[in-house]
């Protein structure tokens, strides 16, 4: 069997990081993909770590490794949402539910972590309905799987759930969900995952109150003191945390904040 695409297809791919990585017989090498899509993420360079998903996506669909193909496509899942390209987001949802069905991985603790990816793809390109059966599905999993509240993926589920139910004008269980995500990712010390839901709360209160809401403010200055005060490590997730809140907080009138996190999220992806 030949070794790369390239001499399986007779092309040649524009793909110095796919280059690099080889494969074995029958199997991508999903650990190194994973850790050199790790270092372009944290260059920021997206279309590198697109077209290295893209080579090894088809590369297991070739060979007929539909495990890895699976773990490359739920990757793609996340990258699609910070490229914004809603055609690469639907096609990597429907391929990657159809591969949970073909590995026996849709009732596992691994499938449900895919569910969950892909129902936060579905939300983020205005299907919260599709998003909020996803949830469901993953939820079940969690509780029959008996997941500990206190793992990292649980938190995330809390937290990632609660923007499809505010876009679904469910409030109260937004709410619920974005304090339990409060109270696990505070006592983990994750606190940049912390601002994110601190956020996400300030855009709920605005859904539910009104931008007049006093919450909003005492949310946003909440993730701002974390952002500029309690982490002190600028790490190439801080980055990433810090140019997907600046946003919020031009929209929010902290522009002076929100000019400040695209600098340091800018100055870390240049030294990176």
Known sequence: MPENFSEIHGVELDCPACKKIEKAAGHIPVGRVIEKLDTLLAKNDLTGAERLL???????????DARGELSV????LGLSRRLSNAEKARSAIDRALALLDITGAASTLSGA????????????????????LLYEKTST????????????????????????????????????????????????????DCAVTQ????????????????????????????????????TPYFAFVAEKCAPAFDYFGS?????TLRELSRNIYERS
């Not at 004008?169 to 619920?176: M, P, V, Y």
């Not at 209160?205 to 701002?224: D, Q, R």
């Open 54 to 64: 893209e080579h090894w996506m088809l590369e297991a669909k070739t060979i007929g």
């Open 73 to 76: 496509v739920n990757e793609m």
């Open 113 to 132: 972590t895919v569910l969950l990816n892909a129902a936060t793809t579905e939300k983020a390109f205005g299907s919260p309905e599709k998003a909020a």
């Open 141 to 192: 999993i969690y509780q029959k799987e008996g997941l500990d509240v206190r793992d990292s993926r649980y938190a995330a589920f809390c937290n990632n759930y609660a923007t499809t139910l505010v876009d679904l004008a469910r409030f109260d269980e937004a709410k619920a969900l974005y304090e339990k995500a409060l109270t696990l990712t505070r006592e983990a010390g994750a606190l940049l």
């Open 199 to 234: 956020v996400n709360m300030a855009h709920m209160y605005e859904a539910w109150e009104g931008i007049e809401s006093e919450k909003i403010a005492a949310c946003m200055a909440h993730a701002e003191r974390i952002l500029l005060e309690e982490v002190t490590e600028r």
């Open 255 to 259: 522009f002076f904040t929100a000019k």
